[in-house]
C-alpha cells in the first residue's frame, strides 16, 4: 500500500473511529480540549507508525488503545504535577477499582451506559444556545465538517466555525465541568441531542460531500445510539418518533445505490430488498410515539411520511395526498423551508407538477434556500414534467454546481443533458 493510499484509508477510519475516541478521552480527562489533543496525537502516531510497521490487523482498535493509554498517561501526568489525589479515582475507574465520595455517587447516578451518548448529553450543555450546542456536539462526536454542519443549518460556513468558536470559549471561561449529567438533568438537554443524532443520521443517509451517496456507518452509529436513548427514557415519545423515523428510512439503505455506487432514487427503487424486519420495528416505534401521546412530534410526523413510503408496495400506491397533509401537519410544529419544499414535491405528485411550481418558485426568494441543491433539483423536476426542457436543464445544471456530493452532481448532470437531448 502506497503513502497516497495509506493516507486516504486512515482518513476514512479516522473520520469513523475519531467520535469513538474522543468520548473515551473525554470521560478520563474530564476535558474536551484535552480530548482533541489527545486524539490528534493518536492521528499522528498513526501516521508516523503505519507506514513503517505495517496497517494493524484491527485498525481501529489499535487507535482506541492508543487512546486510552494517552489518556491514562495524561492523568497521571496531572496527578504528579498537580498533586490532586482527590482526582485519582478517574485513573482508578479505568482498571475497574471502587471510587470514593462524590465521584463515586456521580458515577452511581450515570445510567447511560454508552461513553459516546455519555459525552453526547455531556457536549449540549445547557449554558449554551440551543444550536452552539448542536454545532458544538457535531463537530466533535458526530464525525461531521464544518461545511457539513453549515449545510445542514443552511447557514455560511464562517458563521458555524465561529458559532463552535464561541462555544468552546463560552464552556471555558464558565468553568463548565465537561462531566456526565445526572439522571435528572437529561431532559432539559435531550431536545439537542435528538436533533445531533437527527442530523448525523441524516449525513449518512444523504451525505452532503464525498465521492459517496451515502454513508452507512453514521446512519448505524446514529441508529445505535437512538436504540440505547430509547432504553434510557422509554417515556419520551419524541425518543421514539426519532428512532422509528431512522428505522423506517434505514430499511431502504440496501435499495438506494447499484452496484458501482450510483444513487437509485425513490421511484426507481427494488422495494423486495427494502428491509421489511426494519420497517416493522419502526413502526412499533412510531405507535409507541403516539401511545405516549407523541403523534404530534416533529420527529413522529417524520416517522408517519417515512411509514406512508414503508406501506406503499409499489411507488405508484404511495398515498401522496396522506403525505402533503402530513408535511402540512409539520409545517405547524416545525416550519421550514426545507419542510415546504418537500410538501410541495408531494403536492405535485397528488395534484400534479402545475400545482407545485407556484409553492416551489415562492420558495426561491428565501435567502436560507439561495445555495440549498435540492431547491433548483425540485423545480427542474417539476418544469420537466411540464414540457419545459430547457428550463428544467438549467435548474438540474444549477443544482448539479451547488451539491458537494459526487455521485448527486452526476446524477443532476445526467438529468441535465437528457432534457438537452429530449
Known sequence: MNADDLHRRLDALWRMESPKLLARLARITGNIDTAEELAQDVLLAA???????????????????AAKHRGIDHVRQRLLHARKQDEFGIELTLHGADMQGDDAQRYADDDIGDDLLRLLFASCHPALPMESRVALTLRMLGGLSTPEIARA???QEATV???IVRAKRTLAEKRVPFEVPRKAE???RLDAVLEVLYLVFNEGYAATSGEDWMRPALCEEALRLGRVLAG??????EVFGLLALMELQASRIPARTRADGAPILLAEQNRARWDRLQIQRGLQALEHARRLGGADGAYALQAALAACHARALRFEDTDWTG????YARLMRVAPSPVVELNRAVAVGRAQGAASALPIVDALA?????????????????????????DEARAEFARAASLTGNARERETLLARAAACACA
Open 153 to 155: 443549518f443552511l447557514q
Open 47 to 65: 501516521l508516523e507508525r503505519w507506514p513503517r510497521e505495517g496497517v494493524p490487523d484491527n485498525p481501529a482498535a489499535w487507535l482506541m488503545t
Open 161 to 163: 466555525a465561529q458559532r
Open 232 to 237: 434510557l427514557l422509554p417515556r419520551e415519545p
Open 186 to 188: 437529561l431532559p432539559e
Open 365 to 389: 426568494v428565501d435567502a436560507k434556500l439561495r445555495d440549498y441543491a435540492p431547491l433548483p433539483a425540485v423545480r427542474g423536476d417539476l418544469l420537466q414534467q411540464l414540457g419545459r426542457l
Open 323 to 326: 403525505i402533503a397533509a402530513l
